[in-house]
């Protein structure tokens, strides 16, 4: 049965909700699920922009031969070709035979790419800056390369200053009901899934971002339609401030993240004694995680709001801990920079984590690490607390810097 909800008179949510996928892309655990946003503008034209994820195909196809009321579907525009949002194309222009599919010239290559659909006359190829009139409604077409495929672009409807954003400003969690992220608590249960998605998925291209901020800056915005979570329809400059924050790869907090790998407690203890002698010093909200136990998605979302990391590694197989190596891999591969670093090692007869741990976070852009370093020989004893209190005062000075 379809399960529409009204994001204006003409415009409807015809989307679907997935909380069985365990993980998103393969790779992102999602607990909260996720949703596949799609919306159909109904004027003297139609046009549904995006399809949807193939596990929410059935409702979708309802929610859009509901909506639609018996007329046809004129135009499909596709703003990204990520499967998740372009699964039903083809069965769209099996059900709609005078649809036409609305792309930029990228677009329509991977529709090649990924299908064997005969396309022959079913394309409007559209351009930077392009529109497209639905009657009332206008569709304007900017393209957003990288934000978070090369293909992306954003559509614009100019009478109701709708953007239909792509994955941009988009988040996982699946809509239980709610529609507008004034319908839920989006600061308290959304923000740090949200933060997550950003960073792992479109992270590394932050100039892209920036560019694409740039171009929408000078557009009037009353509401932004992403393909996954909530639709804005306040706080927008809130939402905004988040992207530029992430997007320059600036902390959104002056915080403490303390990340450790530890195999039998004695690195966990190094990290936990400077977490306590950060607390003693009147440093809040310090983070400390367990990057054997933490998924790496939730630890780099923490890189990205935090302004100090501090790294506490053993030595293993005379490289680093391997959760620790695969986080710091994650960290270069996602662009992150700009952030000051403590770092602690930990070895019994050859500490050399420190070193590792420095050389790959010396490929990061503009980060700073902190002196002293610390070295633990096997457990913390009275010579290596001198060396986390000497590397607490280090980040206190920092902080308050
Ligand atoms: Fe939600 Fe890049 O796809």
Redesign the pocket.
């Known amino acids: 049965m379809y399960c529409t909800r009204n994001v204006t008179d003409c415009v409807t949510w015809v989307g679907g909700s997935d909380r069985r996928l365990a993980l998103f892309e393969n790779l992102f655990p999602i607990s909260r699920g996720v949703s596949y946003n799609s919306y159909l503008i109904m004027d003297e034209k139609t046009a549904l922009l995006d399809t949807v994820d193939s596990s929410v195909t059935r409702v979708f196809l309802e929610n859009v031969a509901h909506t639609l009321n018996d007329r046809s579907l004129d135009y499909l525009v596709v703003n990204?070709m990520?499967p998740?949002?372009c699964a039903n194309i083809e069965e769209l222009m099996v059900r709609y035979p005078e649809m036409q599919v609305i792309g930029n010239a990228k677009t329509i290559g991977m529709i090649k790419q990924f299908y064997d659909m005969d396309l022959e006359g079913r394309t409007i190829l559209v351009k930077e800056g392009d529109s497209i009139c639905l009657g009332s409604h206008t569709l304007n077409f900017y393209f957003a390369p990288m934000v978070?495929?090369p293909e992306v672009m954003v559509t614009y409807e100019s009478s109701e200053k709708i953007l239909f954003s792509a994955?941009a400003f988009?988040t996982f969690g699946a809509l239980n009901g709610a529609l507008f992220n004034d319908e839920v608590s989006f600061e308290r249960d959304w923000l740090s899934d949200a933060r997550r998605y950003y960073t792992n998925?479109v992270g590394k291209y932050g100039p892209q971002v920036q560019a694409a901020l740039k171009k929408l800056s000078g557009l009037d915005i009353a509401l932004i339609c992403p393909?996954?979570g909530p639709v804005w329809r306040s706080d927008v400059a809130w939402l905004m401030d988040k992207y530029n924050h992430w997007s320059l790869y600036e902390p959104e907090d002056k915080a403490v993240a303390i990340f450790y790998g530890s195999m039998y407690g004695n690195t966990e203890n190094a990290a936990e004694a400077l977490a306590a002698k950060l607390g003693e010093a009147g440093v809040k909200d310090i983070a400390v995680y367990d990057v054997s136990k933490t998924h790496v998605s939730d630890l780099i979302a923490e890189t990205f709001r935090c302004s100090h990391l501090v790294f506490a590694c053993p030595t293993y197989n005379a490289g680093l801990y391997p959760a620790m190596l695969n986080f710091l891999h994650d960290m270069k591969a996602l662009n992150v920079q700009k952030r000051t670093v403590g770092l602690i090692e930990n070895g019994t007869w050859a500490a050399t984590a420190n070193k590792q741990m420095a050389a790959l976070i010396g490929e990061m852009k503009n980060m700073e690490i902190l002196e002293p370093t610390v070295t633990v020989k096997s457990a913390l004893k009275e010579d290596s607390m001198a060396q986390i209190e000497a590397l607490k005062d280090a980040i206190l000075a920092s902080l308050n810097a």
């Open positions: 990204h990520e998740d949002h978070h495929w994955d988009g998925i393909l996954h």
